[in-house]
């Protein structure tokens, strides 16, 4: 779990490299074995505070310390923090994504969230975007709490944006069509195109608050909903249990 993705691997780091060099640039599709084929706009990568959904407002608002911005993509969130006197360091396993980060001011690494050997200390780790979504499965959950203790300092939060995706199998009487045999139903396969990229399929875990809450608590974490979305996402805020 502590791979950097190949640059030919990497159609979002193509896309966002495009978007930073010239203001526009092409599709990036996303593909899922489980959805219809979905694009992200490149754009949205770039939002500005004024921009984000209010959960990503809100856990803006709530970071302090240092903090570090986990999966930061083209740095959105990271820029608005160093905008407001924060120190934020900002890691990504994309290379180009990185290099535009850097490009635009950022204290930004190449670096996996997972990677042991990457220790530093902070006050405020931020995922947004359902960055939770890098744990992939439910099973990794342990692993990401104990990557989570080890980065944080005394006393520190992290703050996260996630779904309850099961409003994709509700029928209209409030049934739900899920194979609880397949395991838990916010894991997903998701695979990205820009041009001619093609990345290689990852795992991508969607996670609702009351199974979020579950693991934390057998984690030895503490977790408190901070806010709720418009549309079944929420943002919540985890602490270590004193
Ligand atoms: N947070 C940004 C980008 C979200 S896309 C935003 O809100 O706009 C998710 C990002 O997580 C991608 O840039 C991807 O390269 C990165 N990523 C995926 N797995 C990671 C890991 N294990 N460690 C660090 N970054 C990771």
Known sequence: MNTITADDKD???????????TGKAGK????????????IPVATLFRTFGQMPPQEQAAIELCRGRILDVGAGAGCHSLELQKRGCEVVSIDISELSVQVMKERGLDARTVNFFDETFTEKFDTILLAMNGI??????EKLPLF???????????????????????????????M?????AGYYGE?????????????????LYIDFDTLSMY?????????????????????????KE
Not at 11 to 21: L, V
Not at 155 to 173: A, C, E, K, P
Not at 188 to 204: L, S
């Open 216 to 240: 934390a608590g057998e984690n030895g974490f503490s977790c408190t909903k901070c806010a709720d979305g418009e549309h079944y996402d929420y943002l919540a805020k985890l602490t270590i």
């Open 28 to 39: 990036l599709r996303v593909l899922s074995s489980m959805f219809y084929e979905d694009e």
């Open 11 to 21: 159609p979002m780091g193509r896309a966002i490299a495009d978007y930073h060099k």
């Open 177 to 181: 069509d899920i194979n609880l045999a």
């Open 188 to 204: 997903v396969d998701f695979k990205m195109r820009y041009r001619n990229t093609c990345g290689e399929p990852f795992d991508w």
């Open 133 to 138: 979504g890098i744990v992939g499965k439910v």
């Open 145 to 175: 709490f104990r990557s989570v203790k080890r980065l944080l300092n005394k006393g520190g939060q992290v703050l996260l944006d996630s779904t309850d995706i099961r409003y994709i199998f509700m029928n209209d009487d409030g049934s």
